[in-house]
């Protein structure tokens, strides 16, 4: 007679990352018999040995190399009774690779506490990639795959590490890849400007100046002089580079108190 019989691999799942699936077994024997023995093949002419029945098998391998994957299930029952099934799976073994995790479109400083972070991930003939995992300061976050996202970087001034993984549906995670950027949300701190070389006052309009400033986490690259008490923007012209702190400033005109802003 012929035995019913179900075959499943693994939990039912429709992909696995690992050609070593465990196959769950259902089957009837014939009237008045019972299940005795099973074999299994990868492509439904070489079977296994028969060995006992059970309705798990751990440990069955794959075909090699990723890819839809059959696997054949015989049974046999005590009166003789036999039957086949078959299940099918894909596999994908392979890890995604990162490309490349870019912060901020490259720059090495921020002033702000977020970052944009983008990722490129080609995508290979596996499974597509389901989860983008981001690791700072030991806290890791895993949300769906996005080729670009917002990170919110840890608070305080200093250098601060992205790593960064990508998920495929299969489960397979890539090597990590880092980039660094450095938070610098403190301003400068002024030290001292000095008018007209300390004098207390001038019949010039046009005064030398030198000034002194620092900061903990970064250089100083530039600066900026007014005579207005607003303070400048940063794409204001009186910027320049602050090596050396040192120049001229233009007073505004009429005689009186003048006040110069650093």
């Given at each position: 007679?012929?035995?019913?019989?179900?075959?499943?691999?693994?939990?039912?799942?429709?992909?696995?990352?690992?050609?070593?699936?465990?196959?769950?077994?259902?089957a009837?024997?014939?009237?008045?018999?019972?299940?005795?023995?099973?074999?299994?093949?990868?492509?439904?002419?070489?079977?296994?040995?028969?060995?006992?029945?059970?309705?798990t098998?751990?440990?069955?391998?794959?075909?090699?190399?990723?890819?839809?994957?059959?696997?054949?299930?015989?049974?046999?029952?005590s009166?003789?009774?036999?039957?086949?099934?078959?299940?099918?799976?894909?596999?994908?073994?392979?890890?995604?690779?990162?490309?490349?995790?870019?912060?901020?479109?490259?720059?090495a400083?921020?002033?702000?506490?977020?970052?944009?972070?983008?990722?490129?991930?080609?995508q290979?003939?596996?499974?597509?990639?389901?989860?983008?995992?981001?690791?700072?300061?030991?806290?890791?976050?895993?949300?769906?795959?996005?080729?670009?996202?917002?990170?919110?970087?840890?608070?305080?001034?200093?250098?601060?590490?992205?790593?960064?993984t990508?998920?495929?549906?299969a489960?397979?995670?890539?090597?990590?890849?880092?980039?660094?950027?450095?938070?610098?949300?403190?301003?400068?701190?002024?030290?001292?400007?000095t008018?007209?070389?300390?004098?207390?006052?001038?019949?010039?309009?046009?005064?030398?100046?030198?000034?002194?400033?620092?900061?903990?986490?970064?250089?100083?690259?530039?600066?900026?002089?007014?005579?207005?008490?607003?303070?400048?923007?940063?794409?204001?012209?009186?910027?320049?580079?602050?090596?050396?702190?040192?120049?001229?400033?233009?007073?505004?005109?009429?005689?009186?108190?003048?006040?110069?802003?650093?």
């Amino acid at each position: 007679g012929t035995i019913e019989v179900s075959l499943r691999i693994g939990p039912g799942a429709a992909l696995v990352n690992t050609p070593s699936v465990r196959l769950e077994l259902s089957a009837t024997p014939t009237a008045g018999a019972t299940l005795s023995e099973m074999a299994f093949s990868n492509d439904g002419t070489t079977f296994s040995a028969f060995e006992p029945f059970a309705q798990t098998r751990e440990g069955w391998t794959l075909s090699t190399g990723d890819g839809p994957k059959t696997v054949h299930a015989r049974v046999r029952d005590s009166k003789g009774g036999e039957g086949t099934f078959t299940a099918e799976v894909q596999l994908d073994a392979t890890k995604p690779v990162v490309a490349a995790v870019v912060l901020d479109d490259g720059a090495a400083y921020t002033r702000q506490a977020t970052s944009t972070l983008a990722v490129t991930a080609p995508q290979d003939s596996g499974s597509t990639f389901s989860q983008l995992c981001t690791t700072i300061s030991g806290a890791r976050t895993c949300g769906a795959f996005a080729a670009s996202t917002t990170l919110t970087l840890p608070s305080g001034d200093g250098l601060k590490t992205v790593s960064v993984t990508v998920v495929d549906a299969a489960g397979n995670e890539s090597v990590p890849l880092v980039d660094s950027i450095v938070l610098d949300a403190t301003p400068p701190t002024p030290l001292s400007l000095t008018l007209a070389g300390g004098l207390t006052a001038t019949k010039d309009l046009t005064v030398a100046y030198a000034a002194e400033a620092t900061d903990a986490t970064t250089s100083i690259v530039a600066h900026c002089l007014t005579t207005s008490s607003v303070a400048p923007a940063g794409d204001d012209v009186c910027w320049t580079p602050s090596s050396p702190m040192a120049g001229s400033v233009e007073l505004p005109a009429g005689d009186g108190v003048k006040t110069v802003h650093a």
